[in-house]
């Protein structure tokens, strides 16, 4: 097993998020019957996360319609934010050793194809804050709808020592 990421020898993730200027949000309530985060065994899922700021979407619709690309990549990172805020309320980010997959939903309108750009954003969120422990696999998927019309969704899955 990897050292923690903000254990010896590791990346500070609370210093780094600090040096970006990003402080963790409270977690997000769940939207229906799950919860934010499970842990099993050395991993944590995390269930689908919206871009909601203080339990609002700051913007609705659909990529290559309502919502430009450049736009969707924000959002996608207040995903991977709300993401990391539910594995801090779970185990405690100086727990994580690794993100190992995130799964990213764009909704698109049609012809829409620049899934992966948008979901950069949170991927270049997760690298930016724990380095080479921050790279992951990853699916980038277009759908026609996510819940109360958000433009992005973002999963995680963490090893946590």
């Known amino acids: 097993m990897t050292t923690p990421i903000s254990g010896e020898g590791g990346v500070d993730a609370y210093a780094k998020l600090a040096e970006l200027g990003l402080t963790l949000p409270a977690v997000v309530p769940p939207l229906a019957s799950y919860v934010p985060a499970v842990q099993t065994g050395n991993y944590v899922y995390v269930s ?3 871009p909601l700021v203080e339990g609002k979407l700051p913007q609705a619709g659909k990529l290559g319609a309502e919502v430009t690309a450049e736009q ?12 990391l805020a539910a594995i801090e309320a779970l185990v405690g980010l100086g ?11 764009v909704a698109s309108a049609p012809g829409f194809t620049a ?12 690298g930016d804050v724990f380095g080479e422990q921050g790279r992951h696999a990853r699916s ?13 969704e973002v999963e995680i899955i963490v090893e946590v020592a």
């Open 48 to 50: 689908g996360q919206l």
């Open 115 to 126: 899934q992966p750009a948008v979901i950069n954003g949170a991927s270049n969120l997760f």
């Open 140 to 152: 980038a998927v277009g759908v026609a709808e996510l819940p109360l019309n958000a433009p992005v």
């Open 72 to 83: 969707g990549t924000e959002l996608a990172r207040l995903c991977a934010l709300n993401g």
């Open 95 to 105: 727990r994580v050793v690794k993100i190992v997959k995130l799964t990213g939903f």
